[in-house]
């Protein structure tokens, strides 16, 4: 159970629009964030972070608060989202991994054998400071408005693990899955658990809600998502499910990926208690797949260049949500790089009019 000063105990978040919607509540307005909103697209972000790298900038608390809270003043979002990388657990537990500008996340050793696996430990209590240290300041700074915490999928984490930097096809990893599933297993089983652990410590140290993200998911047909990411998926949410409040009430767990639209209740039954929906799939649909489930998403993204098509989908996603017994409102996937911040700001303000 959850300390008695955590958020969702004292009375700061429990009854936010976010939780309460994460929950199965149909909330008036409902509840905006959007995934990567802390970021790439804000001028004060950019200018902020010039001189330090992403992952020195993800371990620094000063820089984690400051970038955290800059969409929520500037657009006036019901929720934080803890700034973060899913490669932070690596990171933490020794792996040598850097974000390189215009590729992602490249590690220099790639693992593809069990004795690699075997030089890897888990994240030592101290590593973890800095995420405890960011979170608590950002919970006193937020007040009644909820954090999200987060982390990678096994599957997603795994995949950078083995291929050694961003790839489209996953040679190595098919080839595992292939030859040598009982590597495959144990690698994605370490996954698992590091990502709890950085997850676990967002959650203890204060946020109200935890995101897992499997962007690569939807690279795999449901048969190879059933063999080969969902029983490490499971053990990860199953080292979370504890996250209880003071009434016994789980810590909303939202779980995401991108073109998954076929393994939507497959990813759900791994434990999370509500599901995040990408554009290529419609919230009515992902209602009727996944009925009494409270859903998010799912404004297209790549519309965000053009007003009038965006309201359009915008009304389209508000109407189609109706069908789940909780809505949060976000994208289908994250923020681009290039988008006007301006344009978020007033979206979030019509979804807050529209939804009185």
């Known amino acids: 159970m959850l300390d008695l000063t955590h958020p969702l105990n004292d009375g700061r978040t429990a009854s936010s629009l976010l939780v309460r919607s994460l929950r199965g509540e149909r909330t008036n307005p409902l509840p905006v964030w959007f995934m990567r909103q802390a970021g790439r697209s804000l001028p004060e972000y950019r200018k902020i972070r010039e001189g330090t790298t992403m992952l020195e900038s993800c371990l620094n608390p000063d820089l984690?608060?400051?970038?955290?809270?800059?969409?929520?003043?500037?657009?006036?979002?019901?929720?934080?989202?803890?700034?973060?990388?899913?490669?932070?657990?690596?990171?933490?537990?020794?792996?040598?991994?850097?974000?390189?500008?215009?590729?992602?996340?490249?590690?220099?050793?790639?693992?593809?054998?069990?004795?690699?696996?075997?030089?890897?430990?888990?994240?030592?209590?101290?590593?973890?400071?800095?995420?405890?240290?960011?979170?608590?300041?950002?919970?006193k700074a937020l007040g009644s408005t909820p954090l999200i915490g987060f982390g990678g999928a096994p599957f997603t984490l795994a995949s950078y693990l083995i291929e050694g930097g961003p790839s489209r096809d996953l040679p190595h990893s098919r080839e595992l899955m292939r030859t040598q599933p009982e590597v495959w297993a144990e690698i994605l089983n370490w996954c698992a658990d590091v990502t709890a652990q950085f997850i676990r410590a967002q959650v203890e140290a204060g946020a109200s809600a935890l995101q897992v993200f499997d962007s690569w998911a939807g690279k795999l047909s449901r048969e190879e998502y059933l063999e080969f990411a969902k029983p490490h998926s499971e053990r990860l949410f199953e080292q979370l499910a504890d996250l209880v409040d003071s009434r016994g009430q789980a810590v909303p767990r939202i779980h995401f990926g991108v073109g998954t639209g076929a393994i939507l209740r497959d990813m759900f039954e791994c434990g999370a208690t509500a599901m995040g929906v990408d554009a290529a799939t419609s919230l009515d649909e992902a209602a009727f797949a996944l009925p009494g489930v409270p859903l998010q998403g799912n404004v297209d993204s790549t519309l965000l260049g053009d007003w009038q098509a965006l309201t359009k989908n915008l009304d389209e996603v508000l109407e189609s949500g109706r069908l789940a017994p909780g809505h949060v409102v976000n994208l289908g996937h994250g923020v681009p790089k290039d988008t006007d911040p301006e344009l978020l700001t007033k979206l979030v303000a019509r979804i807050h009019d529209l939804t009185k």
């Open 64 to 139: 984690v608060v400051e970038i955290t809270l800059q969409p929520v003043r500037r657009h006036k979002v019901d929720a934080a989202i803890f700034f973060s990388d899913i490669v932070i657990p690596l990171k933490l537990a020794g792996v040598e991994v850097e974000i390189e500008p215009g590729i992602g996340p490249v590690v220099a050793n790639p693992v593809r054998s069990l004795e690699q696996l075997s030089r890897l430990s888990l994240i030592p209590s101290t590593a973890l400071s800095p995420i405890v240290e960011s979170v608590r300041r950002l919970t």
